[in-house]
Each structure stands twice: as C-alpha cells, then as structure tokens.
Nanobody, 115 residues
Framework: QVQLVESGGGLVQPGGSLRLSCAAS????????MSWYRQAPGKQRELVAT???????NYADSAKGRFTISRDNARNTVNLQGNSLKPEDTAVYYC?????????WGKGTLVTVSS
C-alpha cells in the first residue's frame, strides 16, 4: 500500500538549516507531483513547495529563497532543504501527493526553530 515516511526533523537554532526527506513506496513515484506542507501549532496546514514529475518547482511566498524542494526518482524520495530558518518555520512538516483525486499524507516530522 501507499506509504510516505518523513524524516529529518528536529531542533534547530534560528538562522540554521535542516534537510527533510520523505521516503515513498507503494506507487509509481516518478510520475506524480510531490509536495511538502506544514502545520504550525494552532494554524491550518499550508503548502510549502511542490515539485512536478518533470522537476519543475513552485514555492509558497514564505518559502521562496529559503527552501528548496528536490526529488530522487531512483530512491523514491522527495527532499526539502530549509535554510535561514526562523521561529515561524516551527511546524510539523508533511509530504503529500494526489492520485485519482485522493490525497495521501505521511505522519509528519516536527521541526522546531528555537534558541
């Protein structure tokens, strides 16, 4: 069955960097666009970035210039590199894709940006 497993979260100081990974299985990874979302405490889940099957990328305004999404179709992984992190980047980060109108989510990985 479809599985999305996020990893790489943790505690990072403001201005620091973090690399998140999402390992995908149970579907033909290479043909789907993949996205990273995040949900901060008390807030709605929001889109961070998307990468298409062809490698084109789109970012939320809050992520532009600081986050980079990438994919490795040989390893069935999608990554999110975050730099110059701010306390407001603190959230649970989820990877996601849509197949036949159905949204699939991982369980998320917590990123805490704090000194």
């Amino acid at each position: 069955q479809v599985q999305l497993v996020e990893s790489g979260g943790g505690l990072v100081q403001p201005g620091g960097s973090l690399r998140l990974s999402c390992a995908a299985s149970g579907f033909t990874f290479s043909i789907y666009a993949m996205s990273w979302y995040r949900q901060a405490p008390g807030k709605q889940r929001e889109l961070v970035a998307t990468i298409t099957s062809g490698g084109s990328t789109n970012y939320a305004d809050s992520a532009k210039g600081r986050f980079t999404i990438s994919r490795d179709n040989a390893r069935n992984t999608v990554n999110l590199q975050g730099n110059s992190l701010k306390p407001e980047d603190t959230a649970v980060y989820y990877c996601n894709f849509i197949r036949a109108g159905v949204l699939y989510w991982g369980k998320g990985t917590l990123v805490t940006v704090s000194s």
